[in-house]
């Protein structure tokens, strides 16, 4: 028979240990080792098959145990050590009191569909969660005053198995909020905290609201899996990326509009700030916008601004991170869908015109199609801010999304770029920190900031050998499951004989755990069955891979190559896509493994200790302080100039780069990282073991890392509390901006550069000599401060197009009847070579992030 009902009964703790809830409670136990070792002592071998959860080792201790664990002085005395030390991390004065300055925000809301921050709680696919996870466990770390929104999915993603054929299966198992590390937000009187969101025809979609406490970072995660709800609405938050189109885009609402009213409950009911800055990552929170909109466009309990005010105000302390780097990742919705949800009388945002909600995500572009809601569109329109998370992403967005700037230059597409990284304190190795405690250092597991001085004293020796220790260690938990998954697939014991000497801890390894959607190349290396024979099996300089990923349920094409990966692993006899040569199916050096999460938790030694194959270089250099000259990490070059005409259209696609990348990172492996990671000082085979460690391999080892999140406080977040609050103090400010901004794309028609000239330069220009450039200028219906004159130059390619260009900003300096004025300015010309320039108007104005956010300008003709 089944249950009508399930829930879980906590234990009730005897008094003296009673203080296991504490840190039982806050996440951060996830990152810190110390507390790890106090739930670990209580039950060793159950707390390996609760797969190391506190809650869930609570809950399944025996009251016997824990009445021996209150007379146990020792254990006592380290619970009450762990319990101080939490509250000194939540207490105590971090970076971003010290350094973040003046403009820094107050408070921080943070939007993302899934965050992966432990695998206890299971609320993240890939690539967009784990460094969304990073990101609210360094704020926490850093004391930068984050709170994160999201969705609590009751199936979470999905449990991944492979067939005995190698195919992808899935599984999803229910999980109960009172087994997680969550707490129930409630009103004063004890009742659930609720929001609700107006849904066409009725009734309204409603949600309850967890926190996880990450750290000092609480996180509010909306769940619709209520009694109050009917089943299609209580389906909303089943799983994460499930559904249809309309199942999407109630998934999104919820995440966005119903987000910010969980934000105004939590502080209502908390006391905690309001926001004054909202952070989207990725499209799917972008309605967060449109109920911010709608809270500043209302009479009563609001400003009662119009919308063209509201936006600028929302705008101005919005910033919005792309994270796809092609149109395949971007989700679209039907216009029509668009408009029969806030078209109605039912609207999630009543009072806000769909028609403008319409416009804010129409592919109105060359190239874009007409009958779509693009949500990344409407992300950058909604955010005056905006970044890729990659220095080559950056420049791929900007590309991608060159359409909402047609008249700028790839270059000057308003989209930054902060280089992804990870959390530290997760990733580096626990016996990094004994070490920098024999060194005489005094560094706390969750603070890395003074670890990073001390890595260039570990001894090479040391250091290097520890990192083989690592390695050993991830080979045998290969093995492990590789053993338990083959037996689940139904092979025989017999045939599982090879496991034993799978993978080899002296050998290069490289791992791919990431999510496998079709567009990411898991497989570019089988595509040259006979080189990739040649490297991995290699007499010298051996590779071995190991391969994790999970690919979305209804993506028959990552499936695919995750199956594809397993010919790297097939038993002799058995079909092997790619036809890969006897030889390499035979080797013991491949491990194609289930469940992403479990292979992506190993730790390394020490942060970027292990190398890291990438697809950019330069940025990564900017995030290594103490070495700025050192090369951490290692480039995947690019073969094709990816700025081609073909990249300026949002939607266009470009030319196939597969075959490039592949022989872009091959050579990577067969004349730089094998041959750097192998040499010895005496030239030894690498199986050696009393051969001393690659030094090149372990200078590269000792590079130091910083938080992204800091490039994120000073190059967004403080920017955008700083124009935020000239808005909104007392609107003003954005009253006045939407009226000029409405002004000049009334006027810009008729602006017109009407005659530009030169003086200064003979017919042998030298270096040295200075350009006088005039530029006489018919402004319409502007004055000369609503715009910005400026003379734009630089070297010129064949077809005179400006290569790398500087501005210079031009003066005005004469005036004439009908409007028209002269602009100067004086351009030295320091370097030699072939030079050109022209001239541009510009909008002006403070409260504008960049010359290119309004997309307009005016060129002689």
């Known amino acids: 028979m089944r249950a009508i009902r399930r829930f879980t009964v906590r234990p009730v703790l005897p008094e003296a240990p009673a203080g296991l809830s504490t840190p039982a409670g806050n996440l951060r136990w996830s990152w810190h080792p110390e507390t790890q070792d106090v739930f670990a002592s209580i039950d060793p071998v159950l707390w390996t098959e609760v797969n190391h959860d506190p809650v869930r080792l609570l809950g399944a201790v025996g009251r016997e145990r824990l009445d021996e664990l209150a007379g146990d002085d020792d254990f006592r005395g380290r619970l009450h050590a762990a319990n101080e030390s939490l509250e000194r991390y939540l207490t105590g004065e971090r970076w971003y009191a ?272 007409a009958g779509v809601f693009n949500m990344a569109v409407m992300g950058f329109r909604l955010a005056q801010r905006a970044n890729g998370v990659s220095e080559l992403h950056g420049h791929v967005s900007r590309g991608m999304f060159n359409g909402l700037w047609p008249a700028f230059d790839e270059a000057e597409v308003p989209i930054g770029s902060i280089t992804n990284g990870v959390h530290g304190p997760t990733r580096i190795a626990r016996e990094i920190f004994d070490i920098a405690a024999e060194l005489g250092a005094d560094v706390d597991s969750d603070d890395t900031d003074a670890l990073w001085p001390l890595i260039d004293q570990i001894p090479g020796r040391r250091l290097w050998d520890l990192k083989r220790d690592l390695r050993a260690r991830t080979v045998e938990d290969a093995r492990v499951r590789l053993a338990k998954s083959s037996a689940k697939r139904g092979f025989a014991p017999a045939e599982l004989g090879w496991i034993e000497t799978a993978l080899d801890p002296d050998v290069l390894t490289i791992g791919f755990a990431r999510r496998v959607p079709s567009y990411k190349r898991l497989t570019l290396m089988l595509r040259d069955p006979e080189r990739l024979k040649r490297i991995l099996l290699d007499p010298e300089r051996p590779v071995q891979l190991v391969i994790a990923g999970k690919s979305h349920p209804a993506d028959d094409g990552g499936k695919k190559l995750i199956r594809g990966a397993g010919a790297l692993r097939r038993r002799p006899g058995r079909p092997a896509p790619h036809r890969l040569p006897a030889q390499l199916r035979h080797r013991h050096g491949a491990a194609a493994l289930p469940r992403l999460r479990r292979v992506a938790q190993q730790p390394v030694a020490p942060l970027r200790g292990v190398r890291h194959l990438r697809h950019e270089g330069r940025a990564q250099r900017r995030a290594q302080p103490l070495h700025p000259r050192r090369l951490v990490g290692r480039v995947v070059r690019r073969q094709q100039r990816l700025g081609d005409p073909v990249r300026r259209r949002c939607r266009r696609r470009r030319p196939s780069r597969r075959p490039r990348g592949r022989r872009a990172l091959r050579p990577d492996r067969e004349r730089g990282r094998a041959p750097v990671l192998r040499r010895r000082p005496r030239g030894r085979p690498h199986a050696l073991a009393g051969d001393g460690p690659p030094h090149a391999q372990v200078a590269r080892s000792q590079g130091a890392g910083d938080a992204p999140v800091r490039d994120y406080v000073r190059e967004l977040y403080a920017p955008a509390a700083h124009t935020s609050r000239a808005l909104n103090s007392d609107y003003h400010g954005a009253r006045e901006l939407a009226a000029r901004k409405k002004k000049v794309r009334v006027a810009r028609p008729s602006v017109r550069v009407e005659h530009v000239e030169s003086a200064g330069v003979g017919d042998v220009a030298e270096v040295g000599a200075t350009l006088a450039v005039r530029a006489f200028v018919a402004l319409a219906d502007l004055g000369p401060d609503d715009v910005e004159v400026q003379v734009v130059h630089g070297k010129t390619s064949a077809d005179d197009d400006l290569l790398d260009a500087g501005v210079t900003v031009m003066h005005p300096t004469e005036s004439y009847e009908g409007n028209r004025h002269r602009f100067d300015a004086d351009v030295p010309l320091d370097h030699s070579g072939s030079f050109g320039y022209t001239v541009r108007v510009v909008p002006r104005n403070a409260a504008l992030a960049s010359v290119s956010e309004m997309g307009l300008v005016a060129v002689p003709a």
């Open 98 to 369: 010290r350094k973040a300055g003046e403009d820094a925000p107050r408070s921080i809301a943070y939007f993302s569909p899934e965050y992966g921050i432990t695998a206890v709680l299971p609320q993240y696919s890939g690539g967009l969660g784990i460094p969304a996870g990073d990101h609210l466990k360094a704020a926490s770390d850093l004391g930068i005053p984050v709170v994160g929104v999201g969705l609590f999915y009751r199936h979470g993603y999905f449990k991944q198995s492979l067939s005995r054929e190698g195919w992808q299966q899935e599984t999803y198992p229910v999980l109960d909020p009172d087994e997680l590390p969550l707490s129930l937000l409630r009103e004063a009187d004890g009742s659930r905290a609720i929001v609700s969101i107006a849904m066409p025809g009725g009734p309204d979609l409603l949600a309850r609201i967890f926190v996880a406490s990450v750290g000092r970072v609480p996180l509010l995660l909306l769940d619709s899996d209520i009694e109050e709800n009917p089943q299609h609405y209580r389906d909303v938050t089943d799983r994460l990326y499930g559904g249809n189109s309309e199942h999407r885009l109630r998934r999104e609402l919820l995440l966005g509009v119903g987000g910010v009213r969980a934000l105004r409950v939590h502080s209502r009911l908390t006391g905690a700030p309001a926001p004054e800055v909202f952070h989207t990552n990725e499209g799917h929170a972008g309605f967060l916008g449109i109920e911010r909109i709608r809270e500043l466009t209302l009479s009563e309990g609001g400003p009662g601004l119009d919308f063209d005010t509201a936006l600028e105000v929302s705008r101005a302390g919005t910033v919005f991170t792309t994270h796809t780097p092609v149109p395949a990742g971007i989700d679209r919705f039907p216009r029509e869908l668009i408009q029969q949800y806030f078209g109605g009388g039912s609207s999630p945002t009543p009072g806000v015109p769909a028609d403008r909600v319409l416009a804010l995500g129409a592919e109105d572009y060359d190239g874009g199609d």
